[in-house]
């Protein structure tokens, strides 16, 4: 019985979150080991499916880069990165997009239904719902060319909202078109700041395979305002991989989203945790007047 009752209250302690975010739109960037182990991916789903049934608008956005990378070295191409991102040329495009929209989405859409979501998997080719154009990277000071990687232009949310308002879970994998009618590659993180961005989201939550944002003296940082995080860049304590997604989080603020959490994908459940509780388990990044 003591067992029931603190599991009671649980729910109860859960409850004031449950009515602030029901008919909210929180989107969700799945990515790092939480695609790769299994126990962790069902513990993502159900934690999604959960969100969509107690009121909540979950969007997904998946990255795919180890997929991609292993299916590259079963074709005898090898992978090449520039400042981050993957340089690909016409036969990396095809393959990654082989793989990201008839694989890994498909997966992880199959996987939400069996958890008694209805997940409809989509990339930014369909309806053309992510216009982009070719990104240029810089080495040396000098444009290089990484071929098709693309730079978002303009997401068109109609197709995402009519999912969402007819009970579905949209999965989409970070594939863009331009008005030719060419696809290209974009990072996963972008993709996700720029839908959340779009949609005026509530929240977006990238599942990471980090605790969150650390302080000069290594300590986890459970609050930061987009100011405190351009400081830390500036500082140098934001570096490396940490740039450009902590920059995207301070774009998704400034387009009107309004909290913006790093967390760590490798607990289970937790996106519950984050959303659910009064602390989280990462590091939120939030605007000067959250």
Not at 28 to 55: P, Q, W
Not at 195 to 205: G, M, N
């Amino acid at each position: 019985m003591e067992e029931l009752i603190r599991r009671a209250g649980i729910l109860i302690d859960a409850l004031p979150y449950m009515q602030k975010f029901a008919g909210k739109t929180v989107v969700i960037k799945y990515g790092g080991k939480a695609m790769i182990n299994d126990s962790l991916k069902n513990s993502v789903m159900e934690d999604i499916t959960l969100l969509k049934y107690i009121g909540i608008n979950p969007i997904v956005v998946h990255g795919g880069g180890p997929d991609i990378s292993k299916a590259l070295e079963e074709r005898g191409i090898k992978s090449r990165f520039i400042n981050g991102l993957r340089v690909t040329d016409k036969a990396t495009m095809e393959t990654a997009q082989q793989v990201l929209i008839g694989k890994t989405n498909k997966e992880i859409v199959a996987l939400l239904n069996t958890k008694g979501g209805r997940a409809v998997g989509i990339s930014g080719i369909d309806g053309s719902f992510i216009e982009c154009k070719k990104q240029m990277s810089e080495v040396d000071g000098k444009p290089a060319d990484i071929g098709y990687v693309g730079d978002i232009v303009h997401v068109k949310h109609c197709l995402i909202d009519l999912l969402a308002a007819d009970q579905y879970i949209p999965v989409i994998a970070p594939i863009g078109t331009d008005e030719e009618g060419n696809s290209y590659n974009i990072n996963a993180d972008t993709v996700a700041a720029a839908v959340a961005t779009a949609l005026k989201a509530e929240k977006l939550i990238l599942l990471t395979d980090i605790d969150g944002i650390r302080d000069e003296n290594g300590n986890v940082i459970y609050e930061a305002t987009t100011h405190e995080i351009h400081d830390m860049i500036d500082s140098g304590v934001i570096n490396g991989g940490m740039i450009p997604k902590s920059l995207g989080c301070c774009e998704a603020i400034d387009g009107g989203v309004k909290g913006v959490h790093i967390i760590d994908g490798r607990i289970p459940h937790c996106l519950l945790l984050e959303i659910f509780t009064k602390t989280g388990i990462g590091t939120l990044i939030k605007s000067d007047n959250y």
